[in-house]
């Protein structure tokens, strides 16, 4: 209509039979319904742009929440998988989650099985020390069946409340007396379980004022407190390994200790009956008694033997009990494999073989422990 009312003062508009006014302003509705057409095609198109815009941004949005999370939860898994330190994955975890929720306190308490109750063991946040030190005497009896703390045991399942004062259970028993200490405004408590068996909770609270959250934060923190599980799990068998490890040094060490002092004990009384042989064999010759002499040698040979295997057993409890006592001297390296082959002879032809003795040139003197060269020498051939 402006535009016909402008237009009208610039150029002058003459009724003939072909145009009147009429079809003028006809014409020009016509116009302008086309364009206010063409405006509301424009209009809904931006609209639907702008709403996928929106749309587009909220999702790059979730993603990119989902990628700090994943970050967030292979960071804590590297740190599992390098570390045996509880407080450091559970300062962590505080960490990671505080990016997100609201937590100001995080704490674990294990299930004593005699007893039947849980009692705190780890703890991080706001909290003094004393008063870390009195919640460690606190043991929550299982029994206290509204809890927060001994729910999760009974449903292996997680307990939230958004609103601790609401709660029967946080005025009843020892329950009353924790939230008496630590005025908890809100409370989120897994079960930890491990071989299917409940082993004690996680508590996430604030003292300052209550967080909210729904089934998708939980079931996100959820995440991170399995890989805490896994980081008590490592824990705990890295301590059983370490305490079976002992007991077998232990085992092991009185085992050699004992093989030490019975070879000290078996090896006096032996070479008394290879001397008392020998002089008795020396007794034999003299007297003309020849018939005995075969028997002694016997009785000396046999000797002989057992004392060299009560001289090995004590070499092996010395070495297991790290008390091996090296005496070195000089003595001719040729001269000693010579005697190494001769010693070993005997056994060498009893199986029809043979020991040949090459050398090249004199490999002249060593100063070493010789009484274990020739043992080593004695054991390769």
Known sequence: LMVIAVGHYFVDIEPTERFSLAQGIYGWTLILVFMLYITLLVNGTTRRFVSARHELEEKNLQIMEQTDQLESISKVAQLVNSTLDIDEVMSTVMERLN??????????MFLDQEKQTLYLDHIRGDIADEEVEYLQGFHIPLSEKH???????????????????????????????IYTLVPAKSVLTFPLIKDDEVRGVLTFANINKPFYLDDADIEHISHYVAYIVSALRNASDYREIQEARAAADKANKAKSQFLANMSHELRTPMNAVIGYSEMLE????????????????????AGNHLLQLINDVLDL????ADKVELYAESFDINQLLMDVGATAKPLVDKNDNRVEDKQENELGKAVQAQTKMRQVGLNLL
Do not use: N, W
């Not at 990016?99 to 674990?108: G, L, N």
């Not at 007794?283 to 000396?300: C, F, S």
């Not at 409890?317 to 297991?320: A, F």
């Open 282 to 301: 020396e007794e034999a010759e003299d007297q003309g008694l020849d018939d005995l002499i075969p028997d002694l040698q016997k009785i000396r040979s």
């Open 317 to 320: 409890s010395k070495i297991e």
């Open 147 to 177: 809890s927060a703390f001994t729910i999760p045991v009974r449903t292996k399942s997680p307990r939230y409340l958004s609103d601790v004062s609401a709660d029967r259970g946080a005025s009843e028993g020892v329950s009353a007396e």
């Open 99 to 108: 990016r997100v929720f609201d937590f100001s306190i995080m704490a674990i």
